[in-house]
Nanobody, 119 residues
Framework: QVQLVESGGGLVQAGGSLRLSCAAS????????MGWYRQPPGKQRELVAR???????NYADSVKGRVTISRDNAKKAVYLQMDNLKPEDTAVYYC?????????????WGQGTQVTVSS
């Protein structure tokens, strides 16, 4: 069974930084794209950043220049470095991955980690 487990969320003041981590575990053959999404209070889930297997990335316009996504294929992990955080970054952040388990390829979600930015 494949699982994605996030860590690193918390409360930070505006202008501060946080680093989110997500580790995949279970019967995994390979992982294609991995990414981070967020769901602000009362809003829909939205893409923050995504990194493909070849290392190419894409970012939401709202976080460009403040957020860096990276991955460690050996550790089956993806990271999100967030700097110069703003109150509008407050959300539950979810890890996401396109994972082939040897039986099938599907999209997986983590349970989410809360990020709260105070003004």
């Amino acid at each position: 069974q494949v699982q994605l487990v996030e860590s690193g969320g918390g409360l930070v003041q505006a202008g501060g930084s946080l680093r989110l981590s997500c580790a995949a575990s279970g019967s995994i053959r390979w992982i294609n794209a991995m990414g981070w999404y967020r769901q602000p209070p009362g809003k829909q889930r939205e893409l923050v950043a995504r990194v493909n297997l070849d290392g190419s990335t894409n970012y939401a316009d709202s976080v460009k220049g403040r957020v860096t996504i990276s991955r460690d294929n050996a550790k089956k992990a993806v990271y999100l470095q967030m700097d110069n955080l703003k109150p509008e970054d407050t959300a539950v952040y979810y890890c996401n991955g396109d994972i082939f388990s040897g039986l099938s390829a599907r999209n997986y979600w983590g349970q989410g980690t809360q990020v709260t930015v105070s003004s």
